[in-house]
């Protein structure tokens, strides 16, 4: 098997031998002051005449930068990311909360509780009713973006159930509430289940590869369809010929060494990019949580929260365009390291039991079908409030995949500098709403002077007027303006 960006072939896409010439490549550079200066060069954003534009970097230059352990160079790093994060993403942060429709798994992933020789865990899957409840208790929080979960189990979970359950999740309008884009992260499926997801309306396709390390990865998933190594890396492919424009990437850190899975990674992006002209549009970075059944330090590969921190600015520098993902996995301090260094999304209020979010009060969580233990455990207002705090605004925009924007059509307005005449005020928009529905006095007060202040940022002046015009209408208790 030769390596091949290019091929459909799992192997040759994502290819071991490159992977260890990458590492090999990598640890011989990691003091080239020279070459590392020269990358970091090169990632730089620059201005073009279409705006502000960044090369990204091979997962050769890339993976040189995440061996590289002089502290005057990671602190450039450091300031790389937080400058590239500045310019596509500013200091906007958005918000989401997984839904879990299902706990039933015939798989065996040995890091996860829901594998199916588990006796401890209690299965469960959502009635239609009970989505129902869990949405309404969602958009009673103020969410307006969802990523369903699933175990993999055909006659329990088929494909029809979890387009059932998203018809039923989009259909849900309480009082000003609405979930407008739902995410999906099932397992790996076939491209016609695939078209039938894009037809439900869905924003990304999630799939984690948990790990790019194909040895290990038959290790960790003795049975079940998710061993199958090829189907699984192969799922992106075909979720794209059924259609699905944005596909989520992540691998689960802990299972193999770090600087492999960070090498799969970016080959994957490289590979998405060279095959369909655009690469994924976020990448997740979960680490392995204690849960039933689940004790994460029988795995030796953990890393610890200065590595994560380093492997986020690396990721931020070498595909810009990327949105990153952190989960309430992470501990409020760590995510509160982490955001500047390029995370562009994060959960906040998560339950990550099937039925956590209905008939519980913000401060009780029931643990019996957890999948993880959630270590950032505030409710939505709070991380709300704290962002603000830091300076973040906390959005919960749709408008791009609503208004068509995905694909590659999203990278294009990243790159043309549309951003701040457009994220910023769609994020202003989002943000009054939940003020106006959700928040607490306080979250509230803190809240309106950000916009107010916010509102100045935006650079064209005639945008800058409709989006005050629309603030105001949405005092007055209208909703869903975008641009
Ligand atoms: N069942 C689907 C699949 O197999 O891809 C996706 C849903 S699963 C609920 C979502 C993700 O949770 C998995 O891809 C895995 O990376 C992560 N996960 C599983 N066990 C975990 C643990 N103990 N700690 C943290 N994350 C975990």
């Known amino acids: 098997m030769s390596y091949n960006p290019k091929s459909l072939k799992a192997e040759e896409f994502i290819n071991h031998e490159e992977i260890l010439e990458t590492l090999e490549y990598a640890e011989n550079n990691k003091n080239n002051r020279e070459l590392i200066e020269e990358i970091l060069e090169k990632a730089r954003p620059k201005k073009t005449e279409r705006g502000v534009e960044c090369a990204g970097l091979s997962h050769r230059e890339a993976s040189v930068l995440l061996a590289c352990d002089i502290p005057e160079l990671t602190e450039k790093m450091y300031s790389l990311a937080r400058e590239i994060k500045e310019a596509f993403y500013g200091n906007r942060i958005v918000m989401f909360a997984p839904l879990y429709l299902s706990n039933y798994c015939v798989n065996q992933c040995v890091y996860c509780p829901y594998h199916y020789q588990n006796k401890q865990i209690p299965r469960k899957k959502l009635t239609q009713e009970e989505v129902r409840q869990e949405v309404i208790a969602l958009q009673d ?51 016609e289940n695939y078209r039938k997801l894009h037809d439900a309306g869905i924003g990304t396709y999630i799939l984690f590869q948990e790990t790019y390390h194909k040895e290990s990865y038959e290790k960790l998933h003795p049975t079940g369809p998710k061993h199958n190594y090829a189907y699984h890396t192969e799922a992106m492919d075909r979720a794209m010929e059924g259609g699905i424009d944005d596909v989520g990437l992540g691998v689960l850190f802990g299972l193999e060494m770090y600087k492999y899975e960070f090498a799969g990674i970016l080959m994957h992006a490289e590979h998405l990019e060279a095959v369909h002209g655009v690469g994924p549009h976020t990448i997740s970075i979960p680490r392995i949580k204690r849960a039933s059944d689940i004790d994460p330090s029988v795995f030796d590969n953990g890393i610890d929260d200065d590595t994560f921190a380093k492997i986020i600015a ?80 906390p959005s919960f925009c749709t408008a791009c995949y609503r208004e068509g924007r995905t694909g590659d059509r999203f990278m294009s307005l990243c790159k043309v500098g549309q951003i701040q005449n457009c994220c910023l005020p769609n994020a202003l928009m989002t943000l009054k709403e939940y003020l106006e529905d959700y928040a607490s006095p306080e979250t509230k007060e803190i809240g309106e002077a950000m916009i107010l202040k916010e509102l100045e940022n935006i650079p064209k002046e005639k945008v800058r007027e409709i989006a005050r015009e629309h ?3 949405i005092e007055k208790g209208n909703r869903d303006f975008r641009f």
Not at 155 to 180: M, Q
Not at 362 to 384: G, I, K, N, W, Y
């Open 141 to 191: 929080m103020g969410h307006k973006r969802l990523a369903i979960e699933s175990g993999e189990d055909p006659v329990n979970n088929p494909i029809e159930y979890i387009l059932e359950c998203i018809k039923t999740i989009y259909s849900i309008k309480h009082k000003n509430g609405a979930i407008r884009r739902v995410n999906v992260n099932i397992a790996a499926t076939t491209v």
């Open 314 to 393: 690396c990721i931020r520098i070498a595909v810009p365009y990327t949105g990153m993902i952190i989960s309430t996995r992470e501990s409020e301090s760590c995510r509160d390291k982490v955001m500047s260094l390029g995370v562009s999304q994060i959960s906040g209020g998560s339950r990550t039991s099937v039925g956590g979010y209905a008939g519980y009060n913000a401060d009780e969580r029931p643990h019996d079908t957890e999948q993880f233990d959630v270590s950032d455990q505030r409710s939505l207002d709070e991380v709300v409030r704290w962002l603000m705090e830091k300076g973040y605004i």
């Open 471 to 473: 603030l105001t209408e």
